[in-house]
């Protein structure tokens, strides 16, 4: 399955040095059976049809949604044209935001604060996962479609899935322990955030992941979805 991984950030350079960009992250996350190409939208670069690729997965970014920049428009504009095409999308971080503020809902900087470093997130199914969050930005308000699967305290909407077409999560499943430590290291070193908030994500860091379920309900997302799409264009 040809994925086109929608990136709209640039990792810091002391991080990108060691880690190199999402796509970097998120081809092995997806693993075997996906065959991944980067469009650096933050760039400018945008994907000439929504058709390009079997599906299409957004990643986070330092940028905020709401945020005045000339590629969030036509932005939105292609995933909503994507949406509507019934091509999957995924979004992470980032991605769940922008993803729903194109399709109606709100985006706000959380008046609570900060989420860093591993969270435990509960599921619809009873279940619960403990992943990586890096985030003040939060989906404040649904759009139209959207079901609420996953949710925190902090976090009321961290998990969205838009009835077979998208799925999205705040959290992000593809930072491993290290990388999550290596950027706390970092914004402490460089003072980047308030010490309160850095010290309480460094007591987080005991909590181990385990966000192998969250991956494989992308991976199994896109499969399916791509599956159905294309039956129904075969019977069409």
Excluded at 3 to 14: A, P, T
Excluded at 67 to 86: C, G, K, Q, V
Excluded at 178 to 204: C, E, G, M, N, S
Aim: charged content about 20%.
């Amino acid at each position: 399955m040809k994925i086109g991984i929608l990136i709209c950030g640039h990792f810091l350079d002391d991080i990108a040095a060691t880690y190199g960009t999402y796509l970097d992250l998120y081809a092995p996350m997806l693993g075997e059976g996906f065959d991944c190409t980067a469009y650096f939208v933050v760039d400018g670069e945008m994907p000439e049809s929504v058709d390009e690729q079997d599906g299409w997965l957004i990643s986070g970014s330092r940028h905020g949604a709401y945020e005045d920049h000339a590629w969030i428009p036509p932005f939105e504009d292609f995933l909503r044209r994507a949406y509507s095409a019934e091509v999957p999308i995924v979004g992470i971080c980032f991605g769940h935001q922008i993803l729903a503020q194109a399709l109606g809902g709100t985006v706000e900087k959380y008046s609570g604060g900060w989420s860093l470093g591993p969270v435990e997130y509960g599921f619809k199914d009873g279940s619960s996962q403990t992943v990586v969050a890096v985030h003040q930005d939060q989906v404040t308000a649904l759009p139209e479609g959207a079901e609420v699967i996953s949710s925190t305290d902090f976090c009321a909407f961290a998990g969205l899935a838009y009835g077979g077409k998208a799925l999205s999560f705040q959290p992000h499943p593809e930072f491993s322990e290290a990388f999550i430590t290596d950027l706390i290291d970092f914004y402490d070193a460089a003072k980047k955030l308030p010490d309160d908030v850095l010290q309480a994500a460094r007591k987080t860091l005991d909590l181990d992941l385990n966000n192998g379920g969250m991956i494989e309900q992308i991976r199994g997302f896109l499969q399916t979805a791509h599956a159905d799409r294309t039956r129904a264009s075969r019977a069409a």
